[in-house]
């Protein structure tokens, strides 16, 4: 019964953490900020380097970075697809990708700051543009065009992130 106890209250001890911002197991966050077996598998995928048991906001903080990561990416295969040569509505889909995941890419950095300074006024709309900034590209492009797939899955990854930052939204007291 001690070691019970004692296992739960380590669950939910914030340490260095933001105010009122529990400590979980990786898998238990994942449960919480993802309702469908598609984007818990994604969540464990982002989350599976980071240490087992941790503050909220460092798995807010490694999704944020793993998105922006994956943007990176992505644009340099639109990039790279640009430069080969595209019909004028591709090429023009392609670029205004781009400038999305531009928007997205420096709202999910602002996130990232807000997470470490445990400063949360804006995170919610922070989330909200890089959301739809990464669905709009989606939107863009036709299916079977080169990235949809890539394009979906950073949808995931950002959907992920902010399901995250959502969940330490409002449980902080600090003050914006």
């Not at 531009?102 to 949360?120: K, V």
């Not at 909200?128 to 036709?142: F, N, P, R």
Request: a negative charge; hydrophobic letters at 45%.
């Amino acid at each position: 019964m001690t070691l019970v106890l004692a296992t739960m209250a380590t669950l939910f001890i914030a340490g260095d953490a933001c105010d009122n911002i529990p400590s979980l197991t990786w898998n238990m966050t994942c449960a919480m900020a993802c309702k469908t077996p598609q984007l818990f598998d994604v969540c464990k995928e982002v989350l599976k380097d980071s240490p087992y048991i941790s503050a909220m906001t460092v798995y807010a903080v490694a999704a944020a970075t793993h998105a922006t990561k994956t943007y990176d990416d992505t644009v340099y295969q639109m990039a790279k697809i640009v430069a080969s040569g595209l019909p004028g509505d591709e090429r023009a889909a392609y670029l205004s990708c781009t400038n999305r995941y531009a928007t997205a890419r420096i709202q999910m950095e602002a996130a990232i700051a807000d997470m470490n300074s445990c400063q949360f006024a804006r995170t919610t709309q922070e989330y909200v543009e890089a959301v739809a900034a990464v669905k709009t590209c989606g939107e863009k492009l036709s299916a079977g065009w080169p990235l949809v797939a890539a394009v979906t899955a950073d949808l995931d990854v950002t959907t992920v992130a902010a399901n995250l930052g959502a969940l330490i939204i409002g449980r902080s007291r600090s003050k914006p």
